[in-house]
């Protein structure tokens, strides 16, 4: 079943948009490519605002000219659909291994399909795939900015996946905030085939901002349909959310009950993503209960480096054993490491995790400085977790430095976040900075 039924005459509109830009990037006015291709600039003009669909030998003549090299034979999108609907039945059941390859294949004939009336398909499966699996791709950022600038002519459908693409791009940057706001656009389009696929990241979303009531009824009733259709993996990832959540009111018990449970599941289908989700998260309800041992095991079942947490745990069980020199050594390589260096919350977190373990390295100052830094971006991104964790840290050590009055504005800080939410909360970092400085 393919995944819609493309409407070509809003792909060709976006052809008219590149008609466009490389006529500007050439130097040509409208009149000058009107003279060179013997077509009144008037069409041009119509079809390049999307106003009007040339007949497609008007447009293969425009684009000669232009030395685009327009491909019109219907096998060409005949093929495409095909591998499109392909890679994205492998997103949808979380099978990435597979769609990486047919992605391969797309871009091995990306100047075929990129020249025909597919190419806004083209790059919004790409950019799916990119985005959804977190991997490096080196033109993602400029294939978006492209296009953002052509929403308007894309089919509904087109455009929900286009929200949803800079959902997850944003979430997986940390800016939940802006992330929730991209896939309410796409959820209020409304397509019943990729809705619920929306739904499992939306509640990431929600579930960072403290939403779990929300949270947790959009993944309960999700849960149901993914079973329905037999997508069994989504289905356990989102119960890992509520896990997740649940650790986070601190039922840890609970917690713990169902990731082993999910455990249980990837374990007997050999499920190794959802077997090191389950691992690293027990690890840390370990590494909470002062359970170092039972933690290290769970740390140890854990591919190496599979995300984030991995790294903290390691640093945390390290320290916790008390080999300083194996600490150091951790901190040096871990604060170098490329996507250490580009995400400001994970570098502060590194700091302060060295400050907190050995008195040797504490910098007060700059242990304070990071934490206000940390509850600033928690604001910006919505990052509940990080507001708390910051601020309940920041709050602890203006009580053990006497400095009641900073203790108590920065719990207040919390307290309104956790009544109100970002979108009441007003937060002004001055006002903090005002009394650190007295």
């Keep these: 079943m393919r995944y819609e039924e493309y409407n070509e005459n809003e792909n060709l509109k976006v052809l008219g948009l590149l008609v466009r830009v490389k006529r500007n990037q050439m130097g040509y006015s409208l009149r000058d490519l009107a003279q060179l291709s013997n077509i009144s600039h008037t069409l041009i003009s119509n079809f390049e605002l999307g106003k009007l669909i040339p007949n497609m030998q008007t447009i293969k003549e425009i684009m000669n000219v232009l030395e685009l090299n327009f491909n019109s034979d219907p096998e060409i999108s005949d093929e495409f659909n095909e591998l499109f609907n392909k890679t994205f039945n492998h997103i949808l059941f979380y099978e990435y291994d597979l769609a990486r390859k047919i992605i391969?294949?797309?871009?091995?004939?990306s100047e075929i399909f990129e020249n025909s009336i597919e190419t806004i398909n083209v790059a919004i499966i790409r950019?799916?795939?990119?985005?959804?699996?977190?991997?490096?791709?080196?033109?993602?950022?400029?294939?978006?900015?492209k296009y953002e600038v052509v929403l308007e002519f894309l089919s509904e459908n087109q455009k929900q996946l286009f929200y949803f693409i800079k959902g997850l791009d944003y979430i997986n940057k940390e800016s939940y905030y802006n992330a929730r706001q991209y896939l309410e656009k796409a959820l209020s389009i409304g397509n019943r085939k990729i809705d619920l696929l929306i739904k499992e990241y939306y509640v990431i979303t929600l579930s960072k901002a403290n939403k779990y009531v929300d949270a947790r009824i959009i993944a309960t009733e999700s849960i149901m349909v993914f079973e329905q259709q037999m997508n069994y993996v989504r289905a356990m990832r989102l119960r890992t959310r509520i896990a997740y959540d649940l650790y986070r009111i601190n039922k840890f018990k609970e917690s713990e009950k169902l990731y082993l449970e999910v455990h249980s599941f990837a374990k007997k289908y050999k499920v190794q993503d959802l077997m090191d989700r389950c691992n690293v998260r027990l690890s840390m309800i370990c590494l909470v209960r002062n359970d170092n041992k039972k933690a290290e095991y769970y740390h140890n079942q854990v591919t190496p480096g599979y995300n984030r947490l991995w790294y903290y745990m390691h640093f945390d069980l390290t320290f916790a054993k008390g080999d300083n020199t194996k600490s150091l050594e951790l901190y040096n390589k871990y604060i170098n490491l490329d996507w250490v260096k580009n995400s400001i919350k994970t570098r502060l977190f590194f700091e302060l995790l060295l400050m907190r373990y050995d008195e040797k390295y504490m910098d007060k100052k700059r242990f304070e400085r990071n934490l206000l830094e940390l509850i600033e971006v928690g604001h910006q991104s919505d990052d509940?977790?990080?507001?708390?964790?910051?601020c309940n840290m920041l709050s602890t050590f203006y009580k053990n430095e006497r400095k009641y009055k900073l203790a108590y504005e920065i719990s207040q800080i919390l307290l309104h976040y956790n009544k109100n939410g970002i979108e009441k909360t007003i937060y002004d970092p001055n006002r903090i900075i005002k009394y650190y400085n007295e």
Excluded: G, P, T
């Excluded at 509940?384 to 910051?390: P, T």
């Design 127 to 145: 950019c799916l795939f990119y985005a959804i699996s977190n991997m490096f791709f080196e033109d993602f950022d400029r294939i978006l900015a």
């Design 384 to 390: 509940a977790e990080m507001i708390e964790v910051s």
């Design 104 to 109: 391969v294949q797309i871009e091995e004939k």
